[in-house]
C-alpha cells in the first residue's frame, strides 16, 4: 500500500491561493493519473501522463496543470483554487503492459 | 466520451444475502471493467476486473458478469458480510493493444449496507 504516496494528506488553503499536491511511486508505472473526487461523488479523471506525454481531458479548468519531472513523481498544480476545488485528489497508477490501476491514499483539500 | 451509468445508488440487504450491483457503458471502445470498493475517507481498492472478451469472473465471493452487446456489467456478492459495508464503483476504460489506455470512467457509486 506504500507503493503510491501522496503528500500532503491534508491540505487547507485560502481561496485564490496556489497549491501543489504530489505524488510518489516506486512501482516504476509508466502511466500517472490524477483524479478529482468530491464528497460523495464518483471520482473524475482530470489528467494523465504516459511516460512523459500529457493527456488533458477536455472539461479540466485550466486552474489544474501538472508536471511530472521524473518517472517517479506527478505533480497537481491548483494556481488559483476556489471554494469548488475542495476535494479528495487521488493518484492513479498503472503500468503499460497492465490494465490494472492503483491508487495512492489521497489528498483532502480544504479551500476555505 | 465514456458514460458509466449504475444502479442503485443504494443498496441495503441482510447479512449473508447476496447483493447486485448494474452498471451500463455507452461507450463500445471500452474493454476493460474493473470495480472498486471505497471505506469512507479511504482510497478505491479494486476487488474484480473483467475484459471485454471474457463473460464471466469470479474470486470467492465475489462475481463480475459482462454482456458486451448490451453493454451493461454487474458486480455479485454473495453470502455478504458486515465489512462488506463500503461504497462501490464500477468503471469503464479503453486499454489499447499498445499499452495505452484512457483514464477509467466511473459510475456514481452504490453505498451497500449490510444489515446485522
Known amino acids: 500500500d506504500a507503493m503510491v504516496i501522496q503528500n500532503p494528506r491534508y491540505q487547507v488553503t485560502q481561496f485564490g491561493k496556489p497549491v501543489t499536491l504530489s505524488c510518489s511511486q516506486t512501482l516504476n508505472h509508466n502511466v500517472m493519473y490524477w483524479y478529482q473526487q468530491k464528497s460523495s461523488q464518483a471520482p473524475k479523471l482530470l489528467f494523465h501522463y504516459y511516460d512523459k506525454d500529457f493527456n488533458n481531458e477536455a472539461d479540466t479548468p485550466d486552474n489544474f496543470q501538472s508536471r511530472r519531472p521524473n518517472t517517479s513523481f506527478c505533480f497537481l498544480d491548483i494556481r488559483s483554487p476556489g471554494l469548488g476545488d475542495t476535494a479528495m485528489y487521488l493518484c492513479?497508477?498503472?503500468?503499460?503492459?497492465?490494465?490494472?490501476?492503483?491508487f495512492g491514499p489521497g489528498t483532502r483539500l480544504l479551500v476555505l | 466520451g465514456e458514460n458509466v451509468e449504475q444502479h442503485p445508488s443504494t443498496l441495503s440487504v441482510q447479512e449473508g444475502d447476496s447483493a447486485v450491483i448494474k452498471c451500463t457503458y455507452s461507450?463500445?471502445?471500452?474493454?476493460?471493467f474493473p470495480w472498486y470498493k471505497q471505506e469512507l475517507g479511504k482510497r478505491p481498492q479494486l476487488i474484480i476486473d473483467i475484459r471485454s472478451n471474457v463473460g464471466e469472473k469470479k474470486d470467492q465471493r465475489i462475481a463480475v458478469t459482462l454482456n458486451k452487446t448490451a453493454k451493461h456489467f454487474s458486480l455479485h456478492i454473495t453470502e455478504t458480510q458486515p465489512e462488506d459495508s463500503a461504497v462501490y464503483f464500477c468503471?469503464?476504460?479503453?486499454?489499447?493493444?499498445?499499452?495505452?489506455?484512457?483514464?477509467?470512467?466511473f459510475g456514481k457509486g452504490t453505498h451497500l449496507i449490510i444489515q446485522p
Open positions: 492513479g497508477t498503472r503500468k503499460r503492459t497492465q490494465e490494472t490501476q492503483y
Open positions: 468503471a469503464a476504460s479503453n486499454v489499447y493493444s499498445g499499452g495505452g489506455a484512457d483514464g477509467l470512467t
Open positions: 461507450d463500445s471502445a471500452s474493454n476493460y
